[in-house]
C-alpha cells in the first residue's frame, strides 16, 4: 500500500463538480486582474501609497496562490475519501445515516422513472448500466436512444424521487451545477454532445406501500381492529405514495445538456491536479503513521494519572 500511486486515477462523473470548484476568496476576478496591472504599474513608476500598497499586496498574494490553495475544502475532504478507498478498500458514506436506505429506493424506482420517461417521449430507450470509461473519468450512463451506445444520439440521465414536494421545488429552476457537470464527463468519455436530464416523480414500490400501512396499522390499530381514523389516515398516505393522478406530462422535469469543450478541458485539468494532490496526500499519510509508529516507544505514560477501573 506504501507505493500507491494516483497518476492515472479515473474520477467518477457523478462527483466532477468537486474535483472542479475554486475557493473564490482565493481566485481573481477580471476586475482584480485589471487592477492588480495598474497597481504594479503605478508602482513602478510612482510608488504606492500605503493603502494602495496593502491592495497591492493582498492582490498579488492571491495571484501567487497555487492550484492546491484554490481548492475548496469539500475538495480536499472528498479527494480524502477516495484516498481511503484506494489505501483501505470501498466505504459507503452514511449521510444522516439515510444513505443505504436512499440508494436502495433510487435503484428500487428506477425502472418506474425509465418506464415513465418511455410513456412521455413516447418512445423505447436502453439501459447502458456498464462503466465506461477513458483516460481521466469513469461513469455509468442510465439510457440513451439506441440499444448501442455508439449510435445513440441523446444520452439521457435518470433522477428519481418518490416525494412530491421536493420534485415541484425544481420547476423553473436551472439544472443544478453537479448533474451539469456529470453530463459533461460523460460527453467526454463517449463523445457525444447532447444529453438530457430527466427528474421523474415516480410511486413508491409495493413492498414499501405495504410496509408503511403495515406500520400504521401496528401503531393506529394495536388490537388489529381497522377504525375509521386509520382509514382516512391511510388514505392520504397512499395518496402521497402514489401519484397515478397526476399527469404524466406534471410527472417529468427535462434539461437539455449541450457539450461544453470549455468545461471539459476545465476537468480535465481539475484532474491532473487532484492527481497531483493525492501523490502528495500519500506521502504524507505514509510519513505521519510511520513517524508516530517509529516513536510509540518513546512516549512517556505515567499510570498515576489513569483510574483504578483502567488498570490491570
Not at 68 to 97: E, P, Q
Not at 250 to 264: F, G, K, S
Request: with cysteine; aromatic share 14%; proline share 2%.
Amino acid at each position: 500500500m506504501d507505493n500507491l500511486d494516483f497518476s492515472n486515477l479515473r474520477f467518477n462523473c457523478t462527483n466532477l463538480l468537486k474535483i472542479s470548484r475554486q475557493n473564490k476568496k482565493k481566485v481573481l476576478s477580471d476586475e482584480q486582474i485589471n487592477r492588480l496591472a495598474e497597481l504594479k504599474l503605478k508602482e513602478s513608476r510612482h510608488g504606492l501609497n500605503k493603502t494602495e500598497q496593502k491592495s497591492y499586496d493582498i492582490l498579488k498574494r492571491k495571484f501567487e496562490f497555487t492550484d492546491f490553495d484554490k481548492m475548496l475544502n469539500g475538495t480536499v475532504s472528498y479527494l480524502k475519501y477516495l484516498y481511503l478507498v484506494k489505501r483501505y478498500g470501498s466505504f459507503f458514506r452514511m449521510y444522516g445515516g439515510t444513505g443505504v436506505t436512499q440508494m436502495v429506493q433510487g435503484v428500487k424506482s428506477e425502472p418506474k422513472s425509465i418506464e415513465l420517461l418511455q410513456k412521455y417521449f413516447d418512445r423505447p430507450f436502453y439501459k447502458h448500466k456498464y462503466k465506461v470509461k477513458n483516460d481521466k473519468f469513469v461513469g455509468k450512463m442510465d439510457i440513451a436512444d439506441s440499444a448501442e451506445l455508439e449510435s445513440a444520439s441523446v444520452l439521457i440521465d435518470v433522477k428519481t424521487t418518490n416525494d412530491i414536494f421536493v420534485f415541484n421545488n425544481r420547476v423553473g429552476e436551472d439544472l443544478l451545477e453537479q448533474y451539469e457537470y456529470q453530463m459533461q464527463g460523460y460527453f467526454d468519455i463517449t463523445g457525444k454532445d447532447r444529453g438530457l436530464v430527466c427528474f421523474c416523480l415516480t410511486d413508491f414500490t409495493n413492498q414499501e406501500i405495504e410496509l408503511q400501512k403495515h406500520r400504521m396499522i401496528e401503531k393506529l390499530c394495536p388490537d388489529g381492529i381497522i377504525t375509521d381514523y386509520f382509514t382516512n389516515a391511510w388514505d392520504k398516505v397512499y395518496a402521497s405514495m402514489t401519484f397515478k393522478r397526476i399527469p404524466i406530462r406534471e410527472r417529468v422535469i427535462t434539461y437539455e445538456v449541450r457539450c461544453d469543450p470549455d468545461i471539459i478541458s476545465d476537468l480535465r485539468e481539475k484532474a491532473d491536479i487532484c492527481r497531483e494532490w493525492l501523490n502528495n496526500f500519500h506521502e504524507i499519510h505514509t510519513k505521519f503513521f510511520g513517524d508516530q509508529w517509529l516513536q510509540k516507544d518513546y512516549f512517556e505514560y505515567n499510570p498515576s494519572n489513569v483510574g483504578k477501573g483502567n488498570c490491570q
